[in-house]
């Protein structure tokens, strides 16, 4: 909104600042954190006085989480949306229909994601919407991002696969596009989903993950850049910067709540929402291999509960102590603080080698 505050300027005066991608990703970023600050702790009064015995607790899980999480309130992730939602309206062109697609997939998860969670709460155990439910919503969704993704792209970018470590190497997939973008929304969001599970675990790897995806957005949409590192070139997504800097904000200031011991769980409403908006800026710019690289974290933690499950079914036998891995790791005797502060360090190693493949060509 405030980038038609140029229409002001004549070239040499402070308003041109706003013609600056960079400058207003600052001010968004600065508009998340401080709305989070402001709100988190009224939000987590509110949500106290709504859920009178917090997030339901996993019977089967971790004996200790039945005493310290116990009690605790979810749908933290309210605030992280309204950050978000205000921070890029503020700051974004509203005439980039990257945002929009973005938005829309965020606030659809988090409205699913906070659906799921008030059964939750209003039900008093770990059931909400079910799967099955959950995903066919999760891939209309992505369904609809996708096509309105394609259309914005230009036409020699439709439908079309691109590599990693190839110079504009595409694959054309045709309408095979269509189920595999469509996978890599819902796959993100429920990978996020499962990672949230310990105190700061999932916020701190989104905020990695969404900054590199951020890097690359505007890169790719940049000519100069593009031509330098020889990539696709994908017109008007240099603005999706913006909304990560309002997520990375947002997420600064969940974090202040969410910090060990935490104040507040995100929730569905949070870890859905968060996981779609990786997955749509994957889409939206042509990288949808590389947030397997980025997100190799979430990949980790879902690929942990589909092994467990199918090997399970197959022997009768576990291949971890507990899925996801990271209550794995909880059973093996790791304090929480030590498995989250080593998978965020897991999660930057991985974000910084997706970076990588924007050069490696």
Same mark, same amino acid.
């Given at each position: 909104?405030?980038?038609?505050?140029?229409?002001?300027?004549?070239?040499?005066?402070?308003?041109?600042?706003?013609?600056?991608?960079?400058?207003?990703?600052?001010?968004?970023?600065?508009?998340?954190?401080?709305?989070?600050?402001?709100?988190?702790?009224?939000?987590?009064?509110?949500?106290?006085?709504?859920?009178? =015995?917090?997030?339901?607790?996993?019977?089967?899980?971790?004996?200790?989480?039945?005493?310290?999480?116990?009690?605790?309130?979810?749908?933290?992730?309210?605030?992280?949306?309204?950050?978000?939602?205000?921070?890029?309206?503020?700051?974004?062109?509203?005439?980039?229909?990257?945002?929009?697609?973005?938005?829309?997939?965020?606030?659809?998860?988090?409205?699913?994601?906070?659906?799921?969670?008030?059964?939750?709460?209003?039900?008093?155990?770990?059931?909400?919407?079910?799967?099955?439910?959950?995903?066919?919503?999760?891939?209309?969704?992505?369904?609809?991002?996708?096509?309105?993704?394609?259309?914005?792209?230009?036409?020699?970018?439709?439908?079309?696969?691109?590599?990693?470590?190839?110079?504009?190497?595409?694959?054309?997939?045709?309408?095979?596009?269509?189920?595999?973008?469509?996978? *890599?929304? *819902?796959?993100?969001?429920?990978? *996020?989903?499962?990672?949230?599970?310990?105190?700061?675990?999932?916020?701190?790897?989104?905020?990695?993950?969404?900054?590199?995806?951020?890097?690359?957005?505007?890169? /790719?949409?940049?000519?100069?850049?593009?031509?330098?590192?020889?990539?696709?070139?994908?017109?008007?997504?240099?603005?999706?910067? @913006?909304?990560?800097?309002?997520?990375?904000?947002?997420?600064?200031?969940?974090?202040?709540?969410?910090?060990?011991?935490?104040? /507040?769980?995100?929730?569905?409403?949070?870890?859905?929402?968060?996981?779609?908006?990786?997955?749509?800026?994957?889409?939206?710019?042509?990288?949808?291999? /590389?947030?397997?690289? =980025?997100?190799?974290?979430?990949?980790?933690?879902?690929?942990?509960?589909?092994?467990?499950?199918?090997?399970?079914?197959?022997?009768?036998?576990?291949?971890?102590?507990?899925?996801?891995?990271?209550?794995?790791?909880?059973?093996?005797?790791?304090?929480?603080?030590? @498995? /989250?502060?080593?998978?965020?360090?897991?999660?930057?190693?991985?974000?910084?080698?997706?970076?990588?493949?924007?050069?490696?060509?």
């Amino acid at each position: 909104m405030l980038y038609w505050l140029t229409e002001l300027s004549d070239g040499g005066d402070f308003f041109n600042l706003f013609r600056y991608i960079t400058f207003r990703a600052g001010g968004a970023f600065f508009t998340a954190l401080i709305f989070g600050f402001i709100f988190g702790r009224p939000l987590i009064n509110l949500l106290k006085s709504r859920q009178k =015995i917090g997030q339901p607790i996993r019977e089967d899980g971790p004996e200790g989480h039945l005493v310290t999480k116990k009690g605790t309130p979810t749908m933290g992730g309210v605030l992280i949306l309204g950050a978000v939602l205000l921070s890029t309206l503020t700051w974004a062109r509203w005439d980039t229909p990257y945002i929009w697609i973005v938005l829309f997939v965020t606030l659809s998860f988090g409205g699913l994601g906070f659906i799921d969670d008030y059964r939750k709460v209003s039900q008093g155990n770990v059931d909400g919407v079910p799967a099955r439910v959950r995903l066919m919503i999760g891939f209309l969704i992505a369904g609809f991002a996708t096509y309105a993704s394609v259309l914005a792209q230009p036409d020699n970018l439709k439908w079309q696969l691109a590599l990693p470590f190839y110079k504009d190497t595409l694959i054309y997939m045709g309408y095979f596009f269509l189920p595999f973008a469509m996978f *890599v929304i *819902v796959g993100a969001a429920n990978s *996020v989903n499962l990672t949230d599970g310990l105190d700061g675990l999932a916020i701190m790897p989104v905020m990695i993950a969404s900054s590199a995806l951020g890097i690359i957005a505007y890169a /790719v949409g940049r000519v100069d850049f593009t031509q330098y590192l020889e990539v696709h070139y994908v017109p008007g997504t240099g603005e999706i910067l @913006i909304f990560v800097a309002g997520l990375v904000g947002g997420g600064l200031g969940f974090l202040w709540y969410n910090a060990p011991p935490a104040a /507040v769980f995100m929730g569905d409403t949070g870890s859905l929402a968060l996981g779609g908006a990786l997955g749509a800026i994957a889409v939206a710019t042509k990288h949808e291999i /590389v947030l397997g690289i =980025i997100g190799g974290l979430f990949v980790v933690e879902a690929l942990s509960v589909i092994i467990q499950v199918l090997y399970f079914k197959r022997t009768g036998r576990r291949v971890f102590l507990m899925a996801p891995i990271h209550h794995h790791f909880e059973k093996r005797g790791w304090a929480e603080s030590q @498995i /989250v502060i080593r998978f965020w360090i897991i999660a930057l190693i991985l974000a910084l080698v997706g970076l990588a493949t924007l050069k490696v060509r």
